[in-house]
């Protein structure tokens, strides 16, 4: 257990919708990151968050969205959603910014019909 | 961008060694390293930060070298435990003064009793 939760678990949403993931980081972490996983792939980097500002960006399009908020809680927003979509989303809480040790929620599969 | 990893899987009779590779084709400036088991987050195992530098834990250990920009990992005297999927990970520098992190291709591990 890494003291990461996030929610929902499973989500089945339908293509043109939008959605919002949730994720509450291990006490005392300042630092989110979120990342996506499709099936057989390794986790992709969305962004991250230090003390409530975007603090790197990888190489998703501004349909993905985030929030921090002050008690370091997160979300991560995706509107418009496409059928590509369809993944595991995790996030990762980290003590610090930067490549700090990151420890990972149990994710959210999200499924787009 | 990715680091590559070798090999992509690799099966062993428990008891038995193995190494992972992870070799970029930027510059390191730090490497970290995870376990995921199917349908997992994935669990951080180490983190090394230093060109040369060596950590270990029990019969998981990884190496550094910055200067030909690759880590290995090495399994001994592997357990079931040890089946899964292993990343690499590392962050990249933008020039806007942040980053954003990567994982490596993956290997998947199976250790048989």
């Known amino acids: 257990e890494t003291g990461v939760t996030q929610s929902p678990t499973h989500l089945i949403k339908t293509r043109g919708q939008q959605v919002t993931l949730r994720c509450s980081s291990q006490?005392?972490?300042?630092?989110v990151s979120w990342y996506q996983q499709a099936l057989g792939q390794g986790p992709q980097f969305i962004f991250q968050?230090?003390?409530?500002?975007?603090?790197g960006r990888g190489n998703f399009p501004p349909r993905f969205s985030g929030l921090q908020f002050p008690n370091y809680s997160s979300e991560l927003n995706v509107n418009a959603l496409e059928l590509d979509d369809s993944a595991l989303y995790l996030c990762?809480?980290?003590?610090?910014?930067?490549?700090?040790?990151?420890?990972f929620g149990p994710g959210t599969r999200l499924t787009v019909l | 961008q990715q680091p590559v990893q070798s090999p992509q899987a690799v099966i062993l009779r428990e008891g038995e060694d193995a190494v992972i590779n992870c070799s970029s084709s930027?510059?390191?400036?730090?490497v970290h390293w995870y376990r995921q088991k199917h349908g997992e987050a994935p669990v951080f195992l180490m983190i090394?930060?230093?060109?040369?530098e060596q950590k270990g834990h029990e019969k998981i250990s990884a190496s550094f070298n910055e200067k030909k920009q690759q880590s290995s990992l090495y399994l001994t005297a592997s357990q079931l435990s040890y089946s899964g999927t292993y990343f690499c990970?590392?962050?990249?520098?933008?020039?806007?003064?942040?980053?954003?992190?990567?994982f490596g291709t993956g290997t998947r591990l199976k250790v048989l009793a």
């Open positions: 930027k510059a390191l400036y730090s």
């Open positions: 990762a809480s980290s003590l610090v910014g930067g490549a700090d040790t990151q420890y």
């Open positions: 990970g590392t962050e990249s520098l933008l020039t806007s003064g942040t980053y954003k992190y990567i």
């Open positions: 006490s005392g972490h300042n630092t």
């Open positions: 968050y230090y003390r409530e500002e975007e603090n």
């Open positions: 090394l930060l230093k060109g040369g």
